[in-house]
């Protein structure tokens, strides 16, 4: 079994900066992927990074590119998302997901655990 436990969330002024952290314990899925999604009320869980442990190589949305960087520390097992430039459309439950395949998905079924998730909200 894998566990990813997330934490940063919060509320912020469009502009602002908030870093999310995931915590990676369990399974050594390491060898594997890490990711963020995010899910705004009413709409469909969207991808936004992933990283790959062994190499570090990184994948980023569009909608995401040049303001959020996700980010790895082995030593803590952990993953970050390093948000900048927040904007009201940024809100919504992130969640954390780790993949047992070393190719960097964006969708949400190439994950196979999930993290319970943190609000950011970011008000105009």
């Known amino acids: 079994q894998v566990q990813l436990v997330e934490s940063g969330g919060g509320l912020v002024q469009a502009g602002g900066s908030l870093r999310l952290s995931c915590v990676v314990s369990?399974?050594?899925?390491?060898?594997?992927?890490t990711g963020w999604f995010r899910q705004a009320p009413g709409k469909e869980r969207e991808f936004v990074a992933t990283?790959?442990?062994?190499?570090?190589?990184?994948k980023h949305a569009d909608s995401v590119k040049g303001r959020f960087t996700i980010t790895k520390d082995n030593a803590k097992a952990t993953v970050y998302l390093q948000m900048n430039n927040l904007k009201p459309e940024d809100t919504a439950v992130y969640y954390c997901?780790?993949?047992?395949?070393?190719?960097?998905?964006?969708?949400?079924?190439?994950?196979?655990?999930w993290g319970q998730g943190t609000q950011v909200t970011v008000s105009s």
């Open positions: 997901a780790a993949g047992l395949q070393s190719s960097l998905a964006d969708i949400a079924r190439g994950y196979n655990y």
């Open positions: 369990g399974r050594t899925v390491r060898h594997y992927v």
């Open positions: 990283v790959r442990w062994n190499d570090g190589n990184t």
